[in-house]
């Protein structure tokens, strides 16, 4: 069955690919735009997500999957509850990918692998509308082409 649910978010920044590169592949700039408690930047590292959603806490881990630099940035997504108990049976990926055009660089940020998890329309719903409220791709354009 072909993954049909996947978040997807693309937005040009006017900035060099090794510009945002330096935004996302820092501890900083990776915390100031999404947030992580814990980022190993680097191939296999950690990421770690601890967040209040709605009145309750969730944890969401995972290991950097792709390093590619100036190129892709790639992390599994596995989401936890307050216990550390898992609430998926399998993690989905979130995938950063950079491309040069013009001056600047294309922005696609795929979130996939809703189709494996038991309530898969829900939980896609509910991460695309959290992806889109939260217009992550503008205050990373904000970041990378320095007007904060």
């Known amino acids: 069955m072909p993954d049909d649910l996947v978040v997807e978010l693309t937005r040009k920044i006017n900035a060099p690919p090794a510009r945002v590169w330096d935004v996302v592949s820092s501890v900083d700039g990776l915390r100031e735009w999404l947030g992580p408690k814990t980022y190993e930047p680097r191939e296999s590292g950690r990421i770690l997500f601890d967040v209040l959603h709605n009145d309750q806490r969730w944890v969401m881990f995972g290991n950097i999957t792709a390093w590619q630099p100036s190129e892709r940035l790639a992390f ?38 809703f189709d494996k998890l038991p309530d898969a329309e829900e939980q896609y719903k509910g991460y695309r509308q959290g992806w889109e409220s939260l217009n992550d791709l503008e205050k990373l354009a904000t970041m990378c082409e320095g007007s904060k």
């Open 76 to 113: 599994t997504w596995q989401e936890f509850d307050i216990n550390k108990l898992a609430c998926w049976p399998h993690p989905t990926v979130v995938s950063i990918d950079l491309t040069a055009d013009g001056d600047g660089t294309m922005v696609s940020l795929s979130h996939r692998g």
